[in-house]
């Protein structure tokens, strides 16, 4: 049986740090997180600070599974030499990857055509775009293929939803590629932020091109889907959160909880897809 690991790329701040506190608490698997500085031992020590424990957990259980690898996304060697470390830790022979997360981003907010700025739009696609699919070009090899029979340590539980309890996993690997609702071009309505717009519908054609091809790949024990998970308090959006209601703008460790729910509960139906933070399709 192919036993399952976590990846999530970034992890130092954000939600991608919330997230990983939170699958540290509510799994029990190995979880691999990314931050770009080479040393990583600060970003380790800031994840498991203060880091709750389960009933089932202790904190030398939460340190031992938690590995930290130095990863930029402009930088497709440092991409590749994170992959091979994690290939050597999970060998695929006897492991898999069962949650990826890819969830870099930066946004530079163009209200015209006039204020794009050529460099700030190249680095736009090169972390939001070309950062996920290198992503995906590299450890998509460490998601499981048709033959392998796959361990799922509390998988379709009853228990979903409970703060006190394992996440419910689901019983084939998920790839989830971080979008946003701007990326949808059917639901444009608004104009602006030309460069993050684009980058993220980006993204979401990339997402389904990856589900294709793992359909052919991994049949059913693997699949892509693209996320929206709200406006969140992070440094990404800190300048827009004056124009967003109040119980609209989420903290970073609800948009965790929302997105291991939301993950947690597509099946194949949803594959290739665009979810949101409450579980609805966005349409492309």
């Known amino acids: 049986m192919s036993k399952p690991w976590i990846l999530v790329s970034p992890s130092s701040r954000g939600i991608g740090y919330a997230l990983t ?5 509510r799994t029990t698997l190995p979880i691999v997180a990314t931050c770009r500085s080479r040393d990583t031992s600060a970003t380790k020590a800031s994840l498991l600070e203060q880091l709750p424990t389960l009933h089932h957990q202790d904190k030398e ?15 497709e060697g440092s991409i590749r030499e994170a992959a091979e470390h994690a290939a050597e830790l999970f060998p695929p022979r006897t492991h898999h990857l069962h949650l990826g997360f890819a969830m870099p981003g930066i946004l530079h907010p163009e209200k015209s055509p006039a204020q794009v700025d050529a460099a700030d739009a190249e680095k736009t696609f090169h972390v939001n775009t070309l950062g996920p699919l290198l992503l995906m070009k590299h450890f998509g090899e460490l998601l499981p293929r048709k033959r392998d029979e796959l361990a799922i340590p509390g998988g379709g539980g009853s228990d979903r939803g409970d703060p006190g309890e394992l996440l419910p996993l689901p019983r084939h690997a998920t790839w989830l590629n971080m979008s946003a609702r701007v990326g949808s071009v059917s639901d444009n309505r608004l104009g602006g932020w030309y460069s993050y717009r684009a980058s993220k519908a980006a993204v979401n054609s990339l997402t389904r091109t990856f589900d294709l091809h793992l359909q052919n790949r991994s049949g059913a024990k693997a699949m892509a889907v693209a996320y929206h998970p709200g406006t969140v308090k992070t440094g990404l959006s800190q300048e827009f959160w004056a124009n967003v209601k109040e119980e609209k ?23 290739g897809r665009i979810w949101d933070w409450n579980g609805s399709e966005i349409m492309p």
């Open 61 to 75: 259980d939460q340190a031992s599974r938690l590995v930290v690898f130095p990863l930029d996304v402009t930088d």
């Open 249 to 271: 703008l989420f903290s970073p460790e609800f948009a965790a909880e929302k997105m291991c729910e939301v993950v947690c509960s597509r099946e194949q139906e949803h594959r």
């Open 21 to 25: 506190r939170h699958l540290l608490q």
